[in-house]
């Protein structure tokens, strides 16, 4: 389990399926990450029993993200996906209910720090499409700069988009 100031990030558990389910039948979730579209139960049922194990064999980990003024609540996901020569790549979704609150960036900037701590990455990076404004901000609160843009980036999902790949270094 990781704290931060406004966030706590824990394990994820079986019984988080529903809430995960519900959080990604949000049209910018779907639009704006590499969540199955049309999102179904059985792809969160997936999640827990795949992605985390699968993240976790890249050298990277996946975590719950609660605020700690709402403990229990899923707000969001954060992930370390994986570290390729101290490389490290983030991304995360959130809980429409939680947006504009400064979650993200509190869990984005706590995952960035234990990354660099404990995993020994010295630089971490985030892909982002250029119309996701939201999420670039979150970044950028969380020390995240503009690195370039790449026209053409094939994602986790076999996607191809054009995204802002922004980075913090240790």
Known sequence: MLLGALTRLRPWRDDDAEAIFRACQDADVQRFTTVPSPYRREDA????????????????????????????????????????????????????????????????????????????????????????????????????VEDHVDPARRLRDGSVREVVVLALER
């Open 45 to 144: 049922d997936w999640f827990l029993a795949h992605h985390i194990d699968d993240v976790e064999a890249e050298g990277g980990a996946s975590f719950c993200v609660e605020g700690l003024a709402e403990p229990g609540r899923v707000a969001g996901s954060m992930a370390l996906l994986h570290i390729r020569e101290g490389v490290g790549e983030v991304g995360y979704w959130c809980t429409p209910e939680v947006r504009g609150r400064g979650w993200t960036a509190d869990a984005l900037a706590t995952v960035a720090a234990w990354a660099f701590a404990e995993r020994g990455c010295r630089r971490l990076e985030l892909t982002i499409e250029p119309a996701n404004v939201a999420s670039l901000g979150v970044a950028r609160r969380a020390g995240f």
